[in-house]
């Protein structure tokens, strides 16, 4: 069955990295589109990025557009999330979801998604 | 972007009582609409698509209508399993964007 496990999660100072990691099995990794959606402590879901089931485009939420950086490695079936200069406001539990029915980002649904990895920036 | 209003932001019911909860975009959307539920440490789990379409696997006292801007989701006869969040999110265009939720609480 479709599988999706994220890691690479702990806690960072302010202004420090984190690469977070999404491990997909149980279906042709090369042919889905992916997204990083995160929910803050006591908040509500929030979309991240997707990246291209060809890895040919990516786009960001505003929020962490020039500080997250999406990618994948179909060879090894895995999605990962490089965060840079992370704030306290990125303190959150990251989830990865698979795109399906959609058309270039837009127009579909996530049905799958990971136990979430969480994320926690503090001094 | 799209702003997504859900409400109630919470409710609190019994097993076996009706549920209706409603989101409202900021635009038309279609029915670019998907629920979905999300448990306490647990990973989202999506229940309807397109607005109206039941998932595989989901029970059917799941149930989702509307177009355009205003949407439900209905919970016939709430289950024990069924207290948790759901969300309403849009993908008619991108930044795809979310409600703020709505928990759903044992009464």
């Known amino acids: 069955q479709v599988q999706l496990v994220e890691s690479g999660g702990g806690v960072v100072q302010p202004g420090r990295s984190l690469r977070l990691s999404c491990a997909a099995s149980?279906?042709?990794?090369?042919?889905?589109?992916m997204h990083w959606v995160r929910q803050a402590p006591g908040k509500g879901l929030e979309w991240m990025t997707i990246?291209?089931?060809?890895?040919?485009?990516?786009y960001y939420a505003d929020s962490v557009k020039g500080r997250f950086t999406i990618s994948r490695d179909d060879s090894k079936s895995t999605l990962y999330l490089q965060m840079n200069s992370l704030r306290v406001e990125d303190t959150a539990v990251y989830y990865c979801?698979?795109?399906?029915?959609?058309?270039?980002?837009?127009?579909?649904?996530?049905?799958?998604w990971g136990q979430g990895t969480l994320v926690t920036v503090s001094s | 972007d799209i702003q997504m209003t859900q409400s109630p932001s919470s409710l609190s019911a019994s097993v076996g009582d009706r549920v209706t909860i409603t989101c409202r975009a900021s635009?038309?959307?279609?029915?670019?609409l998907n629920w979905y539920q999300h448990g306490p440490g647990k990973a989202p789990k999506l229940l309807i698509y397109?607005?109206?379409s039941l998932q595989s696997g989901v029970p059917s006292r799941f149930s989702g209508s509307g177009s355009g801007t205003d949407f439900t989701l209905t919970i016939s006869s709430l289950e024990p399993e069924d207290f948790a969040a759901y969300y309403c999110?849009?993908?008619?265009?991108?930044?795809?964007?979310f409600g703020g939720g709505t928990r759903v609480e044992i009464k």
């Open positions: 979801a698979r795109e399906a029915g959609g058309d270039r980002g837009v127009r579909g649904y996530f049905d799958s």
């Open positions: 397109a607005a109206s």
């Open positions: 149980g279906f042709t990794f090369s042919h889905y589109g």
């Open positions: 990246i291209f089931y060809d890895g040919s485009e990516k």
């Open positions: 999110q849009q993908t008619y265009s991108s930044p795809l964007t």
């Open positions: 635009q038309s959307i279609s029915t670019y």
